[in-house]
């Protein structure tokens, strides 16, 4: 039932992981690699502790009890020779040396055992071998402190001898194989301890090398993906510039993420929006001039019609003068005519007295001249009206 729900869960972590901004992406793979490196740290630390309660385990398991043991073994020694010699060398007095010297190793003896007993955790089968040495000592000290020394003090040799070989050896070798075993055991227990720490020690290597390894392997991967995720979209983006550069502006590039490259590709895609909008509507432009050109052009020729059209009307107009000009210079000439004629009256109205016949005969005339001058007139107005005509 709980299987399923790992493959949901990778989308929504990598959904998250491309929505953080690239400082953060950055950020997380060296916060792993910190993570990692502080796992192997805690790791070897809690290890390099089990190494050295395995060390102390070594030291009071193996080390102490054996050094313990030995001490034990010299001071049994030393109380043998040093009871040899008490017995065999010749006595000044009670309280000779080799004799006090004698009694210090018995000393010596039950303290080395005593602290043997105090100093080390005993499994059964040793605490009874301890037991075994203590009662033998005992027995040894009794015999060597009392009839062994006595027998040897009084000289007979041969019974000395006998107890020695008879009583004392017997003790001697019961002490020295309990002691024997004693030492086998703490030797075996040493072994066992070392080995552990040895086991201790390759433990904590290989847990350390796998936690290493799965941490480096772990922010390799991170590390790997978080470039990824930066890489392809500034790629995407930079085949988009090169598409835009190349004037397709038709590309789009696909925004997976809402990171700083994510909102350069939008930024983008809106950009290449923009621009195709701006073409689109420079080219709807473009037509509209040329539609507009193509307009201009025949309101051009229109005009130029009209043009031509005016010139031919300004040549009327030009020929219209010119006859107005004539008719002006005929009146004109009219006038002065009519003048002359008028100072002619004036001379003849002086001499009509004289000349009433010829008086008659001018007035004809100059009857004539005004109906004449009245004709002019009359063409010079109509060439007015034309010209006011033409120029409305």
């Known amino acids: 039932?709980?299987?399923?729900?790992?493959?949901?869960?990778?989308?929504?972590?990598?959904?998250?992981?491309?929505?953080?901004?690239?400082?953060?992406?950055?950020?997380?793979?060296?916060?792993?690699?910190?993570?990692?490196?502080?796992?192997?740290?805690?790791?070897?630390?809690?290890?390099?502790?089990?190494?050295?309660?395995?060390?102390?385990?070594?030291?009071?398991?193996?080390?102490?009890?054996?050094?313990?043991?030995?001490?034990v073994r010299r001071a049994f020694l030393q109380t043998r020779i040093d009871a040899l010699a008490d017995e065999t060398l010749p006595k000044a007095s009670a309280e000779d040396v080799e004799h006090q010297t004698y009694l210090k190793d018995v000393e010596a003896m039950y303290a080395a055992v005593d602290a043997y007993s105090k100093g080390s955790t005993l499994t059964q089968a040793q605490q009874a071998d301890l037991d075994a040495l203590t009662a033998a000592w005992k027995q040894y000290e009794t015999l060597v402190g009392g009839?062994?020394?006595?027998?040897?003090?009084?000289?007979?040799?041969?019974?000395?001898?006998?107890?020695?070989?008879?009583?004392?050896?017997?003790?001697?070798?019961?002490?020295?194989?309990?002691?024997t075993r004693l030492e086998d055991a703490e030797t075996a227990k040493a072994t066992s301890t070392v080995a552990a720490a040895r086991s201790t020690y390759e433990s904590a290597r290989t847990l350390v090398l796998i936690v290493l390894v799965v941490g480096l392997l772990a922010a390799v991967g991170l590390g790997l993906v978080v470039a990824r995720l930066i890489v392809r979209p500034v790629t995407a983006v930079q085949d988009g510039l090169e598409a835009m550069a190349g004037g397709d502006l038709t590309t789009r590039v696909e925004v997976r993420t809402t990171d700083e490259v994510g909102q350069m590709a939008t930024a983008l895609n809106r950009a290449a929006?923009?621009?195709?909008?701006?073409?689109?509507?420079?080219?709807?432009?473009?037509?509209?001039?040329?539609?507009?050109?193509?307009?201009?052009?025949?309101?051009?020729?229109?005009?130029?019609?009209?043009?031509?059209?005016?010139?031919?009307?300004?040549?009327?107009?030009?020929?219209?003068?010119?006859?107005?000009?004539?008719?002006?210079?005929?009146?004109?000439?009219?006038?002065?005519?009519?003048?002359?004629?008028?100072?002619?009256?004036?001379?003849?109205?002086?001499?009509?007295?004289?000349?009433?016949?010829?008086?008659?005969?001018?007035?004809?005339?100059?009857?004539?001249?005004?109906?004449?001058?009245?004709?002019?007139?009359?063409?010079?107005?109509?060439?007015?009206?034309?010209i006011t005509s033409i120029a409305q």
Not at 13 to 22: D, E
Not at 27 to 48: E, I, K, N
Not at 57 to 66: G, I, K, R, S, T
Not at 300 to 321: F, K, L, P, R, T
């Open 1 to 71: 039932m709980s299987r399923p729900a790992l493959p949901a869960v990778l989308p929504s972590l990598l959904g998250r992981l491309l929505s953080l901004p690239i400082r953060a992406k950055i950020l997380a793979t060296v916060s792993l690699a910190c993570v990692v490196a502080l796992v192997v740290g805690l790791v070897s630390l809690a290890q390099l502790s089990a190494l050295e309660q395995r060390t102390q385990e070594v030291q009071a398991e193996a080390l102490v009890p054996a050094s313990q043991l030995a001490a």
């Open 273 to 386: 929006e923009s621009v195709g909008e701006t073409v689109r509507a420079t080219a709807e432009s473009a037509g509209a001039l040329a539609s507009a050109a193509e307009q201009l052009t025949g309101s051009a020729q229109s005009i130029a019609a009209s043009a031509e059209e005016a010139a031919a009307q300004a040549g009327a107009v030009a020929a219209a003068s010119e006859q107005i000009s004539r008719n002006v210079q005929t009146v004109a000439a009219g006038s002065e005519e009519m003048g002359a004629s008028i100072n002619e009256i004036a001379q003849s109205a002086s001499e009509a007295a004289q000349v009433a016949q010829s008086a008659v005969g001018v007035a004809e005339t100059t009857t004539a001249r005004i109906t004449q001058l009245g004709t002019s007139s009359q063409e010079i107005g109509d060439v007015v009206k034309v």
């Open 147 to 179: 009839d062994l020394l006595a027998t040897a003090r009084s000289g007979d040799m041969a019974a000395y001898m006998a107890m020695r070989t008879a009583t004392v050896k017997p003790v001697s070798a019961a002490l020295n194989d309990a002691l």
